[in-house]
């Protein structure tokens, strides 16, 4: 038998010890690996079908765009220490409303950042709000802009040609010019500040309508060099034959009165917008709670009538080919009414069941049989204060009007 001196069984330990060690340290060294790659494995079908070693960063998506958003709008005329009619506003008053948009989580957006988040190119903020200022008085330049400019919000001022240099409380083409190179954009309020659905005595109706509303836009590109592609009609007052002409004339967004919170998918052929006046502190509080309207009623019809500022679907003296159209108005110039006292009645079918929703301030009626083609009345009547108010308008259906398209979409 060999004898095998202990110097080398030694050596053979330390040698087979050497040998444990170093598989195990391989082991470690590719659980790592396994480790490593399981970490990482599963995300590379993901980002790209190349292996890992290849794999290259996919082209940036642009960003998503927010079809829950909302957005309403307001609508100003003119700034007065001491406001004395209804289109007058204290500044204070505005500058505090400026500030309550901002506690309120508002933000405010431009017109063509509006009109991009409607053509679903661009996202807009969950609450979103443009503002307005409507005819072109000097105290939107002198008053409102250094307020705006304070906040840092953009703004549109919507003009009529006629009013536009003739002094008093007007603004100049200069003014304008120095707001447009600011940034402030100007969009059209027609030529005369008449009433699109009638033409003056003695003047040829379609004439002078397309003077209202080609004229003016022209104008204003004329002089100051600008697109304009924004209509506020005066006194948020239209009818289809003033909608269809106005977007034939090149104008994306038309805007009536009628204060909602409007949805992406608003016809842009009436947007509404909140009238805030002095007189009416409810608009501006309606105006802000995004959260009490849900967004259910985009797109819905206005006027403003007998109640000045109240706005109605069907408006005043429309004609409408639905014949099963939903009635609505917004009640909040109405005042603090007692919901329980609110009435709507419609000719020839007394009160109706209509529902009253206190925090928007809409009462709505959709009829559930069709209405027979003629003229019918819509009376609403509350308690106020113990008092009793009463307000009325009228619309016709008939059936040759066409466009049941357009008068169904905001129901
Ligand atoms: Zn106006």
Redesign the pocket.
């Given at each position: 038998m060999p004898v095998i001196c202990i110097c080398c069984r030694m050596l053979a330990l330390v040698l087979v010890f050497l040998l444990l060690v170093a598989g195990c340290k391989k082991a470690s060294t590719q659980e790592e690996q396994n480790e490593k790659s399981a970490v990482v494995a599963p995300i590379s079908p993901t980002v790209a079908p190349t292996p890992m070693h290849e794999a290259v960063a996919p082209p940036p998506l642009p960003p998503p765009i927010d079809r829950t958003a909302r957005v309403m709008v307001l609508c100003y005329?003119r700034f007065e220490d001491r406001p004395k009619d209804r289109l007058a506003i204290a500044p204070a008053e505005f500058k505090k409303q400026m500030q309550q948009l901002k506690d309120s989580g508002i933000e405010v957006i431009s017109m063509e950042n509006f009109l991009a988040w409607h053509r679903s190119e661009k996202s807009i903020p969950a609450k979103s709000a443009i503002i307005t200022i409507?005819?072109g008085y000097v105290s939107g330049y002198d008053v409102a802009w250094p307020i705006l400019k304070e906040f840092g919000y953009p703004f549109t001022m919507?003009v009529?040609t006629n009013y536009i240099n003739i002094g008093g409380k007007s603004i100049s083409w200069a003014q304008l010019g120095e707001m447009r190179d600011a940034g402030v954009n100007i969009e059209s309020?027609t030529v005369s500040?008449k009433d699109l659905r009638r033409a003056p005595k003695g003047q040829d109706y379609n004439t002078w309508l397309h003077n209202e509303l080609y004229g003016s836009k022209q104008i204003l590109e004329d002089k100051l060099g600008i697109k304009v592609v924004a209509l506020?009609f005066?006194?948020g007052t239209y009818n289809e034959n003033v909608r269809k002409t106005a977007t034939a004339a090149g104008y994306e967004a038309l805007f009536t009165v009628y204060g909602q919170h409007m949805g992406i998918d608003a016809p842009a052929d009436r947007l509404g917008r909140y009238a805030v006046e002095s007189i009416h502190p409810n608009v501006f509080k309606s105006a802000i709670e995004f959260d009490s309207s849900g967004g259910k009623a985009p797109g819905v019809e206005s006027v403003q009538l007998a109640a000045t500022s109240m706005v109605t679907e069907p408006m005043n003296e429309e004609r409408i080919s639905n014949t099963r159209p939903t009635v609505k108005a917004n009640v909040a110039s109405m005042g603090a009414i007692e919901p329980n006292s609110l009435e709507m009645r419609i000719s020839g079918y007394g009160v109706v069941p209509a529902t009253y929703d206190p925090q928007t301030k809409l009462i709505t009626y959709t009829f559930t049989q069709n209405l027979v083609p003629r003229n019918y009345t819509v009376i609403l009547s509350a308690k106020a204060n113990g008092k009793r108010l009463e307000t009325r308008w009228n619309f016709t259906v008939d059936l040759t009007t066409g466009d049941k398209q357009a008068d169904t979409q905001g129901s």
């Open positions: 005329h409507d005819d919507f009529y309020h500040h506020a005066p006194y």
